[in-house]
């Protein structure tokens, strides 16, 4: 059964701290990784991982793809208040029609 | 960029009525769309993948009859909550994949309703 595991499930840190999420997957016919965050109403996009290595980078948040371990990290760095929300990672299989596996998310709390 | 309209934000309603939610994407044709419910420190969880102008796919425990998605358009779906119990008071969130640029960002959000059934 496919599936796509994240830790921790939750995290509190204080301002200023780097963080690191997991997400691992294990997914038939795998072809990307979405790590989208989600505060109050509907997630926003951060990136899309397909090939592995690569580090992509958006501001404080960075993230890579290890398709050797089936895992992805997703770093933030000098972390703010604002950074506070759930973070989920999802995997994209190959098919007629796009199978998604959701993870059940990393609730992140950062405190001033 | 890209914007999913969804509407409407924020029910509030008696036991037994049917809602219909819509998810309209507004500056690109959305061959798919596909709806969530998350519950209150949850994750999202896939209701239905709606795919234009055929049936919508199911996931696993999601009773097709109780949840009647329309997909008519290439820009809009309709999500309908029939005879609602309290126990469907949810979020419910829409996304709809831009069939020209998927491989960039692959689903576009709306902003979700929160359905709360009295």
């Known amino acids: 059964e496919d599936k796509v595991v994240q830790s921790p499930l939750s995290l509190v840190v204080h301002e200023g701290d780097t963080v690191t999420l997991n997400c691992s997957y294990e997914?038939?016919?795998?072809?990307?990784l979405l790590w989208y965050k989600q505060e109050k109403k509907a997630p926003t996009f951060l990136f899309m991982l397909?090939?592995?290595?690569i580090e992509k980078k958006s501001g404080r948040l960075s993230s890579i793809l290890d398709k050797k371990e089936l895992s992805s990290i997703l770093n933030i760095t000098a972390t703010q208040t604002g950074d506070s929300a759930i973070y989920l990672c999802w995997a994209v299989a190959q098919g007629g029609s796009e199978k998604l596996v959701f993870g059940k998310g990393t609730k992140l709390t950062v405190n001033p | 960029g890209a914007v999913v309209s969804q509407h409407p934000s924020r029910v509030i309603c008696k036991s037994g009525t049917s809602v219909k939610i819509e998810c309209r994407s507004l500056d690109f044709q959305a061959t798919t769309m596909f709806w969530y419910r998350q519950f209150p420190k949850q994750s999202l969880m896939l209701m239905a993948t709606?795919?234009?102008?055929?049936?919508?796919?199911?996931e696993q425990g999601v009773e097709k009859d109780k949840f009647l998605i329309n997909h008519a358009s290439l820009t809009l779906s309709t999500l309908t909550v029939t005879s609602a119990h309290p126990e469907d008071s949810s979020f419910y969130i829409c996304?709809?994949?831009?069939?020209?640029?998927?491989?960039?960002?692959?689903?576009?959000f709306g902003d979700g309703t929160r359905l709360s059934i009295l």
């Open positions: 996304s709809a994949r831009d069939r020209a640029r998927y491989r960039n960002q692959p689903q576009h």
């Open positions: 997914v038939t016919n795998f072809r990307s």
């Open positions: 709606s795919n234009e102008g055929s049936k919508a796919t199911y």
């Open positions: 397909t090939s592995s290595g």
